[in-house]
């Protein structure tokens, strides 16, 4: 298996701008993460889901966030309009949760850098 | 307020130099303790997950340890290759994950 899939890898966009991070899964599994992570504050949960179905997004900073997934191999984290305090490293993880085991396999990250 | 707190923030290791590092934990209900290893530009690498007080887990050169407030992780004898940033996360209730900022680990030859 390729393993969790990001892209793009790097992002330099303009203040204002819409930003769409792309994210798929590992074939089989059944939950997805979006975190955010800076120096600052670590690794931070912004959304999940549980069978493409959104769980708990109570981590989205702001409603210029938003996530989908359409279907089991493919979700977005789009961010409209963006600021340069959105500048972080952006993981997706997936996992497949079976007898309350949740280890959670992270993709390599997308760098955005808002200018 | 749920919180994971990591120290030291970083630390240099001689190789060989065994050493720990600690991870405490504020989360009600938690359901496991996690542990990753992150290498520079790449994303976090599942290593253990505990989820009893007492539980001990190992992996060639580390062992991770649970108690009801903090968790360690140990490292005999270090190797260069494990110079790394380790990260501890607290799973609550539902698949809701709480991560320290993490340690820095360089082992120097």
């Known amino acids: 298996d390729a393993g969790v899939i990001q892209s793009p890898r790097h992002e330099v966009t303009e203040m204002g701008q819409e930003v769409t991070l792309r994210c798929k899964p590992i074939s089989g599994h059944d939950y997805l993460f979006w975190y955010r992570q800076t120096m600052m504050r670590g690794l931070e949960l912004l959304i999940y889901f549980n069978n493409n179905v959104p769980i708990d997004d109570s981590g989205m900073p702001e409603d210029r966030f938003s996530a989908k997934m359409p279907n089991a191999s493919f979700s977005t984290l789009k961010i409209q309009p963006s600021e340069p305090r959105d500048s972080a490293v952006y993981f997706c993880?997936?996992?497949?949760?079976?007898?309350?085991?949740?280890?959670?396999?992270f993709g390599p990250g997308t760098r955005l850098t808002v200018l | 307020e749920d919180q994971v707190t990591q120290s030291p923030e970083a630390l240099r290791l001689q190789e060989g130099e065994s050493s720990s590092l600690n991870c405490s934990y504020t989360v009600s209900g938690l359901r496991g303790l996690f542990w990753y290893r992150q290498d520079p530009g790449k994303g976090p690498e599942f290593l253990f997950t505990l989820y009893s007080a007492g539980e001990e887990k190992e992996k060639e050169r580390l062992k991770a340890t649970l108690t009801k407030k903090e968790s360690f992780l140990h490292i005999t004898a270090p190797k260069p290759e494990d110079s790394a940033t380790y990260l501890c996360?607290?799973?609550?209730?539902?698949?809701?994950?709480?991560f320290g900022t993490g340690t820095s680990l360089t082992v120097i030859p």
């Open positions: 996360a607290a799973q609550k209730g539902g698949n809701q994950f709480y």
């Open positions: 993880a997936s996992s497949l949760v079976r007898g309350g085991h949740n280890e959670q396999f």
